[in-house]
């Protein structure tokens, strides 16, 4: 059981996270991997506290739900607040926030890595809807979960017609983001997303 | 062979491509939560390949209109959920009495009435079994997989066609709305031959000597189809022994063909102490349960999941319980098939109950937790 890797992608309905869980599942399928995708169906996932969980394994995934996640993101205060709490494996849980949303409290043994997604989504690429696709190149980047070429491959499959080009070019910058490493931009004011 | 690369697929759009692998080129239904991707995907599919979707003024007359295209030839299929499933059962039972193939979907969610539009649930398996009025025969498939839901959505399409019986795929939100790898034949075509291409030139709708194939309106027969016990012709009587002969016919079809209806799958060991029998999405956490507790540590437990509810796999179920102490059904219900369980156990085992109804999946470690009490 060492492969399965449970991701968790939190925050706010129209940030884009059920696309990037559907696109991340897309992409284990074509890096030879087993995969099941789930989410939030509430009216919850139309403006609330949106959620999609990805489940990866080499062996048969027999449970679909998350439940010992092993990697959270979270891209709004809301989801930080009610997802952290939940993690069993503190500390071993790879835990990325985007601080654009997300002020904190960072506490220490939970190691959250906070990157300004949204901010450099919108600052270099010029589209703040791209935020979804840059934090998954922090997520990949972090947590090493599929091949990296594949998932741009991916990436351009899945994406809306026209954009697929500008989604690879989030998610390329957000593998620089996380080289760069976190809590680069702390001195930033935390906002609500819309 | 057509090209076969993995794809990452949703529950109920696994339902509708098989559908249309098993030949099906009408669908007609009144969207609703949690089945509606199956709705949006034949929307997006039919047009395309000659087909026709509509979609109706309410489940009653989706069900209708389904019938109405059966008769004339096509493959059909709808889908619903609770709140849906219950307006279609007037017309599930007349597509029975008639002998009309199709196929219903009833992508299950918490009931009763509206109760959680997303919530996951079982609660329709005695609704599927007895909705509709009078003794009549039904098959019922409950998938546990993306896959489980496209190989028997083709196989209802097809029985459906063989038997003239209307099927109903009980789907769970949980598999409906799931997403996994799944490898489908590309452009495949799964259909068993036309029924209208084999009529024997004494072709009678309801032959007294057995299932005879439907022949659709426009193919050179003509023939009365009608909801009221009917003669060898279709024409009602109320001739005592008709009647009689004529429920035992649409009975005889199911009791024939058993064996290639009742479909169950069994892993474990060869003689567990304790056996899981369940269905749907609950297969899931016992499967997890069980590969842990005999691949691993080679415990005698096992698990016999049943991708069909109805005609209710009797021989299966009596078979395990047979080996085993205890026989334990999850269910996300207050205990539907479980009482089935118990009539064909016969006391050969104790059966214990585990019920989920909360509107969440029930888990692994529930599951493990009342097994590992009856292994120490």
């Known amino acids: 059981m060492g492969n399965r890797q449970e991701i968790l992608l939190t925050g706010a309905g129209g940030q884009g996270l059920i696309l990037a869980s559907i ?28 959620m999609a969980g990805v489940i990866i394994d080499i062996d048969t995934i027999e449970y679909p739900k998350v439940v010992n996640p092993t990697v959270l993101l979270c891209m709004n205060q809301a989801s930080f607040n009610k997802y952290l709490p939940k993690l069993k494996r503190v500390g071993e849980c790879i835990v990325i926030v985007d601080s654009t949303f997300v002020s904190g409290p960072f506490r220490e043994e939970y190691k959250v890595q906070s990157y300004p997604i949204t901010k450099v989504a919108k600052e270099k690429v010029g589209k703040e809807v791209v935020a979804n696709m840059l934090a998954l ?6 947590a090493g979960l599929l091949d990296r070429d594949i998932f741009r491959e991916s990436i351009f499959e899945l994406a809306p017609k026209g954009s697929g080009e500008i989604n690879q070019k989030a998610f390329d910058i957000g593998y620089s983001l996380y080289e760069q490493g976190s809590g680069q931009d702390t001195n930033q004011s935390a906002q609500t997303p819309q | ?21 098993a030949g099906v080129r009408f669908y007609a239904g009144y969207p609703i939560t949690p089945s509606t991707e199956v709705a949006e995907r034949m929307a997006v599919r039919l047009p395309d390949i000659g087909g026709v979707f509509i979609q109706m003024e309410d489940e009653i007359a989706s069900m209708a209109a389904v019938i109405g295209a059966s008769i004339g030839g096509m493959r059909t299929l709808t889908a619903t959920s609770g709140p849906g499933f219950s307006l279609k059962q007037e017309n599930i039972g007349y597509a029975i009495m008639a002998e009309i193939p199709c196929v219903i979907v009833n992508v299950q969610r918490m009931g009763p009435s509206t109760g959680v539009p997303t919530a996951p649930s079982q609660g329709d398996v005695m609704q599927a079994r007895w909705g509709t009025h009078g003794d009549h025969p039904v098959i019922v498939f409950s998938p546990a997989s993306v896959y489980e839901t496209y190989y028997l959505t083709v196989a209802a399409v097809n029985l459906s066609q063989k038997l003239r019986q209307p099927i109903i795929l009980l789907l769970d939100e949980v598999i409906g709305h799931m997403r996994e790898k799944v490898t489908i034949p590309k452009g495949s075509k799964l259909m068993v031959e036309k029924a209208s291409d084999k009529v024997p030139a004494d072709w009678k709708p309801y032959d007294d000597k057995g299932l005879t194939p439907l022949v659709p309106f426009g193919f050179g027969h003509y023939y009365h189809v009608t909801g009221l016990f009917h003669d060898q012709y279709g024409f009602p009587t109320g001739d005592p022994q008709q009647v009689e002969r004529s429920l035992d016919r649409i009975h005889e079809k199911l009791e024939k063909y058993r064996d290639e209806v009742a479909l169950t799958n069994y892993i474990g060991h060869k003689e567990p102490r304790v056996v899981i029998v369940t269905y749907g999405c609950t297969v899931r956490s016992a499967r997890a349960v069980v590969k842990k507790a005999y691949w691993n540590n080679r415990q005698p437990v096992g698990l016999l999941s049943l991708q069909t509810l109805w005609p209710f796999p009797d021989k299966e179920v009596q078979e395990i319980a047979k080996k085993a102490d205890v026989v334990i059904v999850p269910e996300m219900n207050m205990g539907q098939i479980i009482g089935e369980v118990e009539r064909h156990v016969k006391g050969e085992a104790e059966v214990i109950p585990l019920n989920r109804y909360d509107g969440e999946m029930i888990s692994p470690e529930q599951i493990s937790d009342i097994m590992g009490r009856w292994l120490s």
């Open chain 1, 23 to 50: 696109i991340l599942a897309h992409a284990a399928v074509n890096d030879n991997k087993n995969v099941v995708q789930t989410q939030s169906y509430g009216p919850e996932a139309r403006g609330g506290a949106s």
């Open chain 1, 137 to 142: 190149g922090v997520v990949n980047a972090a």
């Open chain 2, 1 to 21: 062979m057509p090209e076969t690369k993995p794809v990452l697929m949703q529950g109920n759009e696994a339902c509708a491509e098989g559908a249309i692998s």
